[in-house]
Each structure stands twice: as C-alpha cells, then as structure tokens.
C-alpha cells in the first residue's frame, strides 16, 4: 500500500479531459508535483500525512490557462499583478496581450515574469512603446514599429515571447492601419509567431481586415459591441466564417469595454463560439466589469455555452496556441504536472457586460488550485464588495 500512497486525491468530482473532450466522475491523485491516478475509489491510497478533498458536484480540470491578459503591473497604466488577478482565481499560466513592447522586455521579464509564482508568456506589442498608458495611441507614430527590435526581442526570448500584438481601433493607428498591419504580418511571419490583432472601431469594415489575416493569427474581441463587429443582425457575416474556416482564431476578451451581452447572445444562438474564452483582464477591470477568467466563463455560459464547450477554450486551446501545451499546461493526465483547477458554482449575482448591459446568474469559484502540486491560496470573488 505505500509504494502506491498519494499525497492528494480529489474525490468524486466531474473530471474534464479536455483533449478528448469526455468527462467522467472520477477521482484524481496528486502525488509531489505530478498527476498520479485518474481512476474512481483511489480515496482509501491516501498515505497518512495526505488528504483527501470532496469534489462531489464540483468541475475538476487543467489549471486554467489565460490567453488574454495585461499584467505589466507599476509599469503600464493597465498592469493587474498576475499572482493575485489570475493565480488565486483560478489560472496556473497566462498570456500578457501588447501591454509590453521591445523598449520594456527586458523589464517585464525580469520585474514581472521571473517573480511571478505562475507561468508566463507573452504577445509582444509591435509598438517599441507598449501600452504605457492606454491614454496615447501606441501606432500613431508610425514610426514606433520597429520590426527588427521586436524580432531580435523574439528571437532572444523564446521562452517568453509568443506571438505579437496590434491594436487596429481608429484612435490607436489613424488613418495608417493598413499599411501597419501588413508590416506587423511580415514580422509574425519572420519570426514563425501569430499575430493577434485587437478590433472594434476598426477604420474599415471587419472583412477588410480579415481578409489579410493568416492560419494561427487571433482576432481578438470577437464580441466586442463596438462598430465593425463579426454580426450582421442576428447573424456571423460569412467573411468571419471564411476567416475560422482557413484557420485564423476568435477570441472573446471581454475587456473594460468590449463584451457585449447582446453580441455574444446572438453569435452563441448562431453557432459561432470562440476559439478562445480569454478575460482581458487588467488594472482597469479586475474589480469591475470584467473580474477575472472564471467571472468570464460564468458570463459566456449564461448566453448558452456549456462546461463541455467552455473548458477546452480555457485550458487547451490556450496552452496549445501559447506552445505551453509542450510543458504540460491545459492537459489533465496520468504522469503530467499536477497544475488543477475545481470550480464550483457560486449563488447567482448581477454580473455586467463592458456596455452597461447585466445578466442574474451563477458564477463560477475555484474552490481549489494546484500549480507543480502546491496548493494556491485562492482570493474571493472581486464583485463581493459591490454586492454589500
């Protein structure tokens, strides 16, 4: 019995595998910082200094991954602390989204990234300049994009940088986001990375831009209720069904102003699901609208998406879009790291979109975190204190 005593199991909980996108109820073994078993009964191999934790009527997944985010924190003007917006929620690594440009990497990496607890990577901005202050388009000076700083930035980085980001919105680029886009591709394409391009009040129609867009890019803010959006009506423009088709992503970063209820309602009722269910979180909104990941997800499952459809775009997709798949990141299994996430539901609340619109429902908690095995301290729901 002790060659085969475990540290940890989760019991009883509803077990997602992601990858062959099946659930079980079924337990979970943890033993140091690996996934021992995934078997039901394995509650009585506990050795005695371990524990066994009750998951019944609980989810069991990956830790969660966050494609989305802004955490260049005492730096840029959006930077959310990483560990205390996203690791305590719920999210074990996460994807900082353009709040870092080539003039800051260095920075970052070593103020942000090696002192977080959590895993991350980032897209790095195509602007030297970043988001310093979301106040001051980061493209209207053309001349800020650098394509060979940020690929001498990428290329000695690796490890961290993994795609890049522009921002198309009217007051970001002026009059020159063609030209830029198509110069920001040509980088991607050097450097073998995606490029992940933020709409919404985008100069010209969606299609336009679309239309120039690659396998593997990401169009992010999918839902977004901003002019040049993915709907016409109560329907997805073909143009965005052509785009998903050859294998370019959406991704529904809700974002201080950018989710819209409506939007998502209709594009969901449609058919039409992000590739990728990310938050946007940052200083703007991590205590309102936007909260974290989770609050995020409880949205979206709201409009009609299920636990089936929601937990692949929030822990696999993700990792394998970030290349943090190869590190064991989104998976659940048998000799992988122990990085887990238990969601529960919490009592329904008055949860707001980024248009002043609000839906009654449940949230989702994490009523556990494992990350290498070491159990997370986990922070209550932001939205508490507005509920008083």
């Known amino acids: 019995m002790t060659e ?12 997602f595998d992601p990858v062959a996108g099946t659930h079980s109820v079924t337990d979970v073994a ?7 078993r995934i078997a039901p009964s394995l509650a009585a191999q506990v ?16 830790g969660l991954v966050e494609g989305h985010t802004h955490v260049f924190e005492n730096v840029s003007k959006v930077g959310a602390p990483p560990d205390e917006a996203h690791l305590r929620r719920g999210v074990v690594a996460a994807a900082d989204a353009g709040t870092v440009g080539a003039s800051t990497f260095a920075a970052f990496d070593r103020y942000v990234v090696q002192a977080a607890e959590m895993r991350l990577v980032n897209f790095l901005n195509v602007s030297v300049l ?49 030209s830029l886009l198509k110069t920001s591709l040509a980088l991607a394409a050097d450097a073998g990375l995606p490029l992940m391009v933020h709409i919404g009040e985008t100069e010209e129609p969606l299609p336009e831009v679309l239309g120039l867009l690659r396998p593997g890019d990401v169009v992010a803010h999918c839902y977004t209720g901003k002019p040049h959006g993915i709907l016409d009506g109560d329907k997805v ?23 819209s ?10 058919g039409f699901l992000p590739d990728l269910l990310t938050s946007d979180t940052s200083a703007r909104n991590w205590r309102g ?8 997800a409880a949205k979206l499952r709201a409009l009609g998406m299920t636990m089936d459809e929601i937990v692949p775009r ?75």
């Open 261 to 270: 209820f409506e939007v998502a309602r209709r594009a969901i009722a449609d």
């Open 237 to 259: 423009i073909a143009e965005v069904r052509e785009a998903r088709a050859r294998g370019v992503l959406f991704d529904s970063a809700h974002g201080r102003s950018n989710l």
């Open 289 to 296: 609208p936007v909260f974290d990941l989770v609050t995020s």
């Open 130 to 178: 970043g988001l310093i202050d979301f106040r001051f388009g980061e493209l209207l000076n053309p001349a800020t994009l650098v394509p060979e700083d940020a690929l001498a930035v990428a290329a000695e980085n690796p490890g961290v940088v993994r795609g890049f980001k522009i921002r198309l919105s009217e007051d970001v680029v002026g009059p020159a986001w063609r």
């Open 314 to 388: 929030m822990t696999i997709a993700p990792a394998r879009l970030l290349g943090l798949d190869t590190e064991g990141y989104g998976t659940l299994v048998e000799g992988g790291p122990a990085h887990v996430t238990v969601l529960e539901d919490a009592p329904e609340t008055t949860l707001p979109d980024a248009s002043g619109n609000s839906i009654t429902a449940s949230r989702l908690e994490p009523a556990l975190v494992l990350h290498h095995g070491r159990r997370v301290e986990t922070t209550p729901w932001r939205g508490l204190d507005q509920d008083r």
């Open 47 to 62: 050795a005695q200094a371990g524990q066994v934790v009750d998951c019944t009527g609980k989810w069991v997944m990956p």
């Open 4 to 15: 085969t005593a475990f540290d940890l199991v989760l019991s009883g909980g509803t077990v």
């Open 30 to 36: 943890v033993t140091g910082d690996r996934v021992a």
